[in-house]
């Protein structure tokens, strides 16, 4: 009788960081709804004014957190059968560039102005809630030239608060977190987001 085959494929393993992106234009509803990417980064043409989101402080962390319920009978010891009832999408990082022109995509509940004096955001006095945004993280694959694993959210909304702080003993940073919607105009099955990889 022969052996099943092992499966170690250490090009598969991922190690390195990635960048986040708003991803200008969105993704188009397809059976292959992905970027086009150039170099790593979301292509100029086909994502116009995508913003990078600058350097983080540690790895971007990108999760898929499904709420799952049992049907059980009287006559089982254990579920028979389960169901999903909620499946929520999300993306979190520690940002380090303290810069409005940035921030004001991670913090969609503030009003951001500019002049040639200052960038700013203000706080307060409104239900601002900008409109969602299409996000990715973008991590190119160890050892392999123009290969990336890709995290995406159609429409998401940053949901975190704003906190840092500035001092001589370390770099500031501010935590972000971005939450994904279902896009009901999108076909069934992928309506909130994406997780791929190029080969």
């Known amino acids: 009788m022969p052996a099943t085959a092992k ?12 960048d986040l992106w ?8 397809s059976a292959t709804p992905q970027l086009t990417l150039a170099s790593g980064t979301p292509d100029s043409a086909a994502h116009p004014n995508s913003i990078h989101l600058g350097g983080t402080d540690s790895a971007i962390g990108f999760a ?5 319920e049992d049907i059980r009978i ?6 028979v059968a389960r169901y999903l009832t909620e499946m929520e999408l999300s993306f979190e990082a520690e940002l380090k560039q303290l810069d409005p022109t940035i921030i004001q995509n991670v913090a969609p509940y503030a009003a951001f ?3 040639s004096a200052y960038n700013q955001l203000t706080f307060g006095g409104g239900s601002l809630l900008i409109n969602p ?11 392999v030239a123009n290969q990336y694993i890709v995290f995406t959210l159609f429409n998401a909304h940053g949901t975190l608060g ?21 896009d009901i105009s999108r076909t069934a099955g992928r ?3 994406v997780f791929y990889e190029t080969l």
Do not use: E
């Open 7 to 18: 499966n170690y494929d250490v090009t598969h393993i991922h190690q390195g960081p990635g």
């Open 22 to 29: 708003i991803i200008g234009g969105g993704v188009a509803d």
């Open 64 to 68: 898929a957190t499904p709420k799952l």
């Open 74 to 79: 009287d006559q089982a010891d254990t579920a």
């Open 113 to 115: 102005s500019t002049s």
């Open 133 to 143: 945004v299409c996000v990715a993280c973008i991590a190119p694959k160890r050892g």
């Open 162 to 182: 704003l906190s840092s702080s500035v001092g001589r003993s370390k770099a500031a940073v501010y935590k972000a977190q971005f939450k994904g919607l279902a």
């Open 191 to 193: 309506q909130t987001g």
